[in-house]
């Protein structure tokens, strides 16, 4: 090649960079690339939970996707899981706070990514998926079914009985109890295909792991810019951190606690007296094994009082509206919560992890762009 | 033989540098007083956001005096004002090491992990910083 072609090549190779839709990556400092790595890769690898003897096997998935569906698991014979968890609403049910047999004080959370959850419910109550399976059949204002309902279908239902017959191991002993946990474990077992797929900010931050400098190529200016937010001056990614944008635990973001007349959602210090109220945990007989470690050190604080889980950021876009009680309606809407959070709410003494971010409208926007790339398109 | 001599120096003579060389290789911290020094050792040995974890920990004498006992020990984070979710449980191992069970850091940042070492009565804290990523 002559000097002047190569000279040629050169200029092209820049105007090709500066042509690249996108914006540049390079202005990101060092701090930022690893605070944006730590959310990811996605999806993450999984490992069947030893309390489960049936998890990961698709014949117990294949029973629990039929019982998913199966409104004779209800007393009245009218609700399903898919009541509340509609696939087509990604796994919510699109309402403020759900009904089943009766109204209910809280937001149904998607079921996508469940099984990654060391603890399940706003409140955590259940410490496996399996148990946050059996608790809403047995619960009276939520399908109201009894162990003896779920046994009775389990063996009598020529489609339904075929498929527990097909489990590579099934419940000892066969008593009522035993089969409404197997099909709680069946349940466990279909929810755990249920995996949210790679978004527009996966493929931002393993390009940034790679190195790339066409790394942000696709990516909207206004997300990389709400993204720097995010993990800077915005403090979100303390508590919703890593790959599933969740720390898993419970704080306190000011929503508030107070329902309607005079009632109060104690969050995760009643989720705590549920969980050991219940036979149906990892210290309990009826799980197989596993890591019981976090259920065993559990402590309960009065700073317990209405925390909730920090709900993972993964395909948020989807599943409106928000919160706990569902009391915030859209992602514009809590960007402005953060933005000008009353501090006379927070209410759990000592720390302060949150403050009135007293964001421009511009900063609100770019904020809810990224939110938006944590969603498939 | 090396483990015999250790035997024989542990716990009152043991120098400090040698403090919790049972505890491995590598990763152990060391908290030195003028009477006592303090190694203890997180298992795994890195942190781990949102993992459980477990610490060993040795005390032993110096300069002729006993080694004192671990009290009680916890974490927090100072600029948070948080601790634990989990409260970790303290056992003593048979060769007079302590272990402590069922810590998780929840949340990225600094931590204070912190040892009250003497008698019930009579305690000192000890504080070791560790960072989360
Ligand atoms: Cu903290």
Redesign the pocket.
Known sequence: MSIARRRLAAALGALVLLLLPGPATADLSPEERTRILRHGPWPPPWRPDGGNRLSGDPAAAALGRALFFEPRLSADGAVSCATCHRPELAWTDGRTRSVGLAPMDRNAPSLLDARGRRWLGWDGASDSLWAASLRPILEPGEMGGTPGRVAALLREDEHLSALHRALPARAAPEDETGLAVDAAKALAAFQETLVSRRTRFDRLRDGLAAGRPDAAAGYPADALRGLRLFVGRGNCS?CHAGAAFSHGEFEDVGVGYFLERGRVDPGRIGGIDRLRASPFTRLGRWNDGGDARPTRHLVARHRDFGLFRVPSLRGVAATAPYMHDGRIPTLEAVVRHYSEIDEERLHADG?R?VRPLRLSAGEQADLVAFLRTLTPE | MKAAALVLLWPAAAAAADCGATLGEADVRRIERPRYTLAFRPEPAEFELGEVFRLRIVLCGRAGAPAPDLVRLDAW?P??G?GMNYAPLLSREADGSWRADGMVFH?A?RWEITFDVGTPSRTERLVAEEAVE
Do not use: P, R
């Open positions: 303390l720390s992890l | 984070m600029e948070h948080h949340m940042g």
